[in-house]
Every structure is written in structure tokens, then in C-alpha cells.
């Protein structure tokens, strides 16, 4: 071969390897930093020494303390939430235990009200429930329970309350300016390339039927998120199961309760990628499988809370 042809192949073989290192670095750079939080649920915490019908309730502690250990090991956590039901009753000394437990975390924690966190007749009112979890949680600013954050570039966190608190029900119901506000962090997140992360403690689309525990207007949320054309995860509990479904471009996420079969809580890893959004899910089960064992005897419907494979672990891919 001559020294013109082995020339010329050289430089074509060059421009060849110079566009496969061009085209993955420039899909690599399209990556946003992956943001990486844990998804708590239902952690009831109480001060009973029996447990309910399904409930582990006196066991709440040391299930509660056996959680906060297991987050604490895990490396690179941006945050913590827990979307509801931080306590079994809306009580101050509860609330105190609770906030002490979570002021344990290396990572910011936030919260989204339950239904246990808001009742009917009770001495401490959600106003008063909520300047406390403030207080002691200097990561939470807003006036109202509902806000929004930035936890890293490309994403934005939605905390809705659905909670009611002027009749007994376990029901939720997002109310007209709250779901206004929803529609504006929307548009704010799709002008804003950001995958916006919605937390509330009813779900919007439930994991088995439940009269009593629905969202009582799902359907206008869901007309608010069909407006957006993108990528959007609403995360929840409530019903105390483990569910992962995939609907067009929203992705429902319910995690279990911490003091119901499978004690277990997430680590989700989230990707956003030029062309798609990437949610990885770790789940992670109680220690104290002594505890976990009575937790499923009480239960009446283990396989119910304890969901699919597909459910607990796995990676879900939406496009854009």
C-alpha cells in the first residue's frame, strides 16, 4: 500500500474515532446530575404497646429508628421526604419523637401531610403541626404545607397537601388555588427543562380500590398533568402498598408503610437525559425481620402490600 493510501485511511479511521468520542460525550453531557433520594411513607409512629388489625404499631420505634440507621448508610443521598402520616395521631409529643428521629438524617428531609397528621378534633390543628415540623426543620420555608424546591439542576420537587381537616375521613381532595398553583410549577418546570417530582400522600392512581382513601378529585389533577407533554413522577402512600405503573407520560410510585407488611421504604434514582428520564428503584426492607414476619401475619393481603418484583426494584424509562 502506498504511503498516500495508508494516509488517507488513517485520517478517515481519525475522524472516525474523533465522531464516536463527539457523539458520547456530547450524549453524556446531555445528562443532568442524577439525583438520588429516599421515599418514606406511613411511618405511624405511636406510643401504643398493641398493635391494630394490620398495623405493627408497637413496634413503630424501633422500626422508625432501624429506617433512619439504614438511610444514613446510604452514600449520596440528596434528600429524604416523607409523603404523610409521620405520626399515628396528630399529637405534640409524637410530632417531638418524630422530629427528633428525622433530625438524625445526614440528608435534608421533607414533608407532605397525611391524614393522620391532620384530624378532626384534635389540640394540635395542621396550622400548629406544620409551624412545628418548620421549626425544627429549617430546610421547609413555605407559608402554606404545599411548596416547591430545586434540589439539584433539572428537577423540581411538588409537595401537595390533599389532607382534610374539617370532617372525619380518610379521603383527600386537592383544593382550586392549590391545584392553580400545581398548573404554574408545571409550566415552570417545562420552560425550565426540569422533571417535575409530585409527593403528596393520597395517590393518584390507586394501587387496589379503596372508597374510603381516594383522592376525591383525581380526575382534574390528572387534567392538569395531561396539559404537559413531559416526563412527570407523582410518589405517594396512603395505602400502604408497594406499586410502580406507568401511564403514558406520568409515573405512579406508592410506597409501603413503615409499620405495615412489608415495613420497607425506596432510594430512587432519577436521570434526566436529553431524549428520556431515567427513575432507577432500590427497595429496602426493615432489619428487624422478627417484626416484619408478625407484621405479615397480621396482614390480609401480603402479596397486595407487598407488590410485583416490577414493583420494588427495576428501572422505568419515559421518553420526552
Known amino acids: 500500500m502506498s504511503k498516500r493510501k495508508k494516509s488517507f485511511f488513517s485520517k478517515v479511521i481519525y475522524w472516525s474515532l474523533f465522531a464516536v468520542f463527539v457523539y458520547f ?40 429508628k432501624d429506617e433512619i440507621e439504614q438511610i444514613n448508610s446510604i452514600p449520596n443521598l440528596d434528600f429524604v421526604i416523607v409523603t404523610g402520616d409521620l405520626a399515628d395521631k396528630p399529637q405534640k409529643p409524637l410530632l417531638e419523637q418524630a422530629c427528633d428521629q428525622m433530625n438524625k438524617l445526614k440528608s435534608p428531609w421533607y414533608f407532605a401531610f397525611g391524614n393522620h397528621d391532620a384530624a378532626v378534633g384534635t389540640s394540635l390543628k395542621k396550622d400548629k403541626y ?40 380518610a379521603n383527600g381532595e386537592l383544593p382550586k388555588e392549590q391545584l ?4 404554574e410549577q408545571l409550566d415552570l418546570s417545562q420552560k425550565s427543562n426540569q422533571v417535575p417530582l409530585i409527593f403528596l400522600h393520597h395517590p393518584l392512581h390507586e394501587p387496589f380500590p379503596s372508597f374510603h382513601h381516594r383522592l376525591i378529585n383525581a380526575q382534574e389533577f390528572k387534567n392538569i398533568l395531561d396539559k404537559y407533554n413531559m416526563p412527570i413522577a407523582v410518589f405517594s402512600g396512603h395505602y400502604h402498598a408497594t406499586k410502580v405503573y406507568k401511564e403514558g407520560h406520568i409515573l405512579h410510585v406508592s410506597t409501603p408503610s413503615l409499620v ?60 420526552k
Not at 145 to 166: E, M, Q
Not at 180 to 183: N, P
Open 180 to 183: 392553580e398553583w400545581l398548573d
Open 260 to 319: 405495615t407488611y412489608p415495613c420497607a421504604f425506596r432510594i430512587v434514582s432519577v436521570s434526566n437525559m436529553k431524549h428520556q428520564v431515567v427513575f432507577n428503584f432500590d427497595y429496602r426492607e426493615t432489619n428487624l425481620k422478627d417484626v416484619q414476619k408478625k407484621a405479615k401475619l397480621l396482614t390480609f393481603s401480603s402479596e397486595t402490600y407487598k407488590g410485583e418484583d416490577s414493583d420494588r426494584n427495576g428501572i422505568v424509562i419515559i421518553e
Open 25 to 64: 460525550g456530547v450524549n453524556a453531557l446531555s445528562y443532568a446530575d442524577t439525583l438520588k433520594f429516599a421515599h418514606i411513607s406511613d411511618v405511624h409512629l405511636s406510643d401504643k404497646t398493641v398493635d391494630t388489625s394490620y398495623k405493627v404499631l408497637s413496634h413503630s420505634k424501633e422500626l422508625f
Open 130 to 169: 406544620f409551624d412545628y415540623i418548620k421549626k425544627r426543620n429549617k430546610n421547609i420555608k413555605s407559608e402554606t404545607p404545599y411548596y416547591s424546591f430545586v434540589p439539584k439542576k433539572g428537577y423540581r420537587v411538588i409537595v401537595l397537601d390533599a389532607t382534610i381537616d374539617n370532617k372525619i375521613t
